[in-house]
């Protein structure tokens, strides 16, 4: 079973600011990732998959990038709205995984 | 547009049993794998069971096998789990995801709270 780790467990940014979520896998998945944002009080919703494609209506800000164990999610410039939770998560393997979350709060 | 509803849920005994159900609409059901995903009070998101799209696949977490059972009625665009011998560790929203490998879109979950 692959067991996914994310880091930090908080990140803390200003409005405006840059902010880069880590990803780590115990084995690779290649590039068989997906990043999703959870609000307070809502279902998560589908950010990227492939690691780097943007799903439907997800805005430019939103990047992802790696393959085999480590990958990043980059928000180029945060908006009020991305303030959330993110997961990521495996689908080379089954059972599906998801790291534990990376909450992005207001600094 | 594509909707997810799910149903079911509710205050059961530990060692129990509760059958939730989720109802698509907006996208032809038989195409698509079909997931649960869980997540307790205030915690992360659990994959629970995968469904292919004709039922011949299933796949489970390990903290479910043997007492969860996933199924689907493509006739009826419905996405059933079937919970037995329910444990404390249970409790959490349950969500039902379209797909089985980057689920999306996802219902908005059915509470399952075991508690004596």
């Known amino acids: 079973e692959i067991v996914m780790t994310q880091s930090p467990a908080t990140l803390s940014v200003s409005p405006g600011e840059r902010a880069t979520l880590s990803c780590r896998a115990s084995?690779?998945?290649?590039?068989?990732l997906a990043w999703y944002q959870q609000k307070p009080g809502q279902a998560p919703r589908l950010l990227i998959y492939g690691a780097s494609t943007r799903a439907t209506g997800i805005p430019a800000r939103f990047s992802g990038s790696g393959s085999g164990t480590e990958f990043t999610l980059t928000i180029s410039s945060l908006q009020s709205e991305d303030f959330a939770v993110y997961y990521c998560?495996?689908?080379?393997?089954?059972?599906?995984?998801f790291g534990q979350g990376t909450k992005v709060e207001i600094k | 547009e594509v909707q997810l509803v799910e149903s079911g849920g509710g205050l059961v005994q530990p060692g129990g049993s509760l059958r939730l159900s989720c109802v698509a609409s907006?996208?032809?059901?038989?195409?698509?794998?079909m997931s649960w995903v869980r997540q307790a009070p205030g915690k992360g998101l659990e994959w629970v069971a995968n469904?292919?799209?004709?039922?011949?696949?299933?796949y489970y977490v390990d903290s479910v096998k043997g007492r969860f059972t996933i199924s689907r009625d493509n006739a009826k665009k419905s996405l059933y789990l079937q919970m037995n011998s329910l444990r404390a560790e249970d409790t959490a929203l349950y969500y039902c995801?379209?797909?089985?490998?980057?689920?999306?879109?996802w219902g908005q979950g059915t509470l399952v709270t075991v508690s004596s």
């Open positions: 998560q495996q689908y080379n393997n089954w059972p599906r995984a």
């Open positions: 469904i292919k799209q004709d039922g011949s696949e299933k």
């Open positions: 995801a379209r797909g089985g490998y980057y689920p999306d879109p």
């Open positions: 084995q690779s998945v290649t590039t068989n």
């Open positions: 907006g996208f032809t059901f038989s195409d698509y794998w």
